[in-house]
């Protein structure tokens, strides 16, 4: 039993869970790019190099360490995951599994050190974030929100691959049947695809 049986009510789970991760492998790429403007922006209003303004906020290098190690990672793991999907491999599903969860206990936790730090002031804690995420408190309280439900569409397509089937609903022992008979059923006269591999 999965927890979704489609994504967004119109795809497959194994489609859905292809968007999600180039979506995924997409946004780690812009998030580098975004650190970067993020960093400058705020050294030029602070007047110092952002090297300086680093070592200037020790725990907002730290965060952007880790922020950046997260965003590295998930690239990785979502070309794992490709790889994953398109080969029928659900172990391959599991490091982007691993790095959401980090990545969301990660994001708690520093809203919940900023929030302990600078009280509820929101201004100076979108100004934190800014700097230290390179976009603001709301666009990651939104992230978060979003990547639940991706985390959800590519958990299913895992029971899916567990069950033994293959993401759109059809099952391997059919398919395995198929494959040995092609003279019976929709793959009449052709080849069927091959068994999953796990």
């Not at 995924?24 to 705020?42: E, H, K, N, R, Y």
């Not at 982007?96 to 990545?103: G, I, R």
């Not at 397509?157 to 019976?184: C, K, S, V, W």
């Amino acid at each position: 039993m999965t927890i979704l049986k489609s994504c967004c009510c119109c795809f497959s789970l194994r489609t859905g869970s292809l968007i999600v991760m180039w979506l995924d492998l997409v946004c780690s790429i812009i998030g580098v790019v975004l650190f970067a403007m993020g960093l400058s922006l705020a050294a030029k209003a602070e007047g110092v190099s952002p090297v300086d303004l680093l070592l200037k906020m020790p725990s907002t290098n730290i965060l952007l360490s880790i922020s950046i190690a997260l965003l590295i990672f998930g690239l990785v793991a979502s070309i794992l995951g490709i790889c994953g999907i398109s080969r029928d491999r659900k172990r391959l599903l599991l490091p982007w599994m691993l790095v959401f969860c980090m990545a969301t206990a990660f994001d708690i936790s520093i809203i919940i050190y900023s929030i302990a730090k600078l009280g509820f002031n929101w201004s100076a804690i979108e100004k934190y974030f800014q700097v230290s995420r390179g976009w603001g408190i709301y666009g990651v309280i939104f992230n978060r929100i979003c990547s639940v439900y991706y985390f959800l569409v590519v958990m299913s397509l895992y029971q899916e691959f567990a069950a033994g089937r293959d993401g759109t609903g059809r099952h391997q022992q059919a398919m395995i049947q198929m494959y040995q008979n092609p003279n019976q059923g929709p793959f009449q006269g052709g080849q069927a695809q091959q068994p999953m591999r796990y």
